[in-house]
Antibody, heavy 119, light 110 residues
Framework: QLQLQESGPGLVKPSETLSLTCTVS??????????WGWTRQPPGKGLEWIGG???????NYNPSLKSRITTSLDTSKNQFSLRLSSMTAADTAVYYC???????????WGQGTLVTVSS | QSALTQPASVSGSPGQSITISCTGT?????????VSWYQQHPGKAPKNLIY???NRPSGVSNRFSGSKSGNTASLTISGLQSEDEADYYC??????????FGGGTKLTVL
């Protein structure tokens, strides 16, 4: 059974860069069939797609976040990562990693990790 | 990109059927058969119910069905059960090769 687990800091200071990692077990991230992506949800609000990457290196990002996002895959560790720069309070959210497709945000999801931006 | 439009809330009684709409534009829902639906219970991760407008992932009940007409997609839940009470989100692939979610719909089972 595929499992995804997010890890990273629960608290980030304004203007800093958030780094999150998603560790995948029960399946390989090397398959070009899938996209490995991120979605977030501010407290009490709806889902917002952040972006995704496939093993070929193709990336697709939310235009509103594109200038601040970097995603990467580490096939040796079966992990993928998200970096989001210039964090503000508006970036406070639960961040989910997921395995999906170019056209599907996620079929398998991690449990999510809350990231709070505060000094 | 603008979020897809969903009703803020819908309700129904056990055993009934309800439909949640998801309205986009000709740049997303109207141009692609790549609409997905997600169910989210409080404090939980989203669960994919439907992909590519009407396909169900393995293990999803056939009480959930999807359709599309023009710029509007719909999720129908038949034989409503108490455990269906949750938030529901649609998403669509767009002409910019991105994905966009709807604002979400809260389903109340009366």
């Amino acid at each position: 059974q595929l499992q995804l687990q997010e890890s990273g800091p629960g608290l980030v200071k304004p203007s800093e860069t958030l780094s999150l990692t998603c560790t995948v077990s029960g399946g390989s991230i090397s398959s070009d069939t899938y996209y490995w992506g991120w979605t977030r949800q501010p407290p009490g609000k709806g889902l917002e797609w952040i972006g995704g990457v496939n093993p070929s290196g193709r990336t697709n990002y939310n235009p509103s976040l594109k200038s601040r996002i970097t995603t990467s895959l580490d096939t040796s560790k079966n992990q993928f990562s998200l970096r989001l720069s210039s964090m503000t309070a508006a970036d406070t959210a639960v961040y989910y990693c997921a395995r999906g497709y170019l056209t599907v945000a996620g079929v398998w999801w991690g449990q999510g990790t809350l990231v709070t931006v505060s000094s | 990109q603008s979020a897809l439009t969903q009703p803020a809330s819908v309700s129904g009684s056990p055993g009934q059927s309800i439909t949640i709409s998801c309205t986009g534009t000709s740049s997303d829902v109207g141009s692609y058969n790549f609409v997905s639906w997600y169910q989210q219970h409080p404090g939980k991760a989203p669960k994919n119910l439907i992909y590519d407008v009407s396909n169900r992932p393995s293990g999803v009940s056939n009480r959930f069905s999807g359709s599309k007409s023009g710029n509007t997609a719909s999720l129908t839940i038949s034989g409503l059960q108490s455990e269906d009470e949750a938030d529901y989100y649609c998403s669509s692939y767009t002409s910019s090769s991105t994905l966009v979610f709807g604002g979400g719909t809260k389903l109340t089972v009366l």
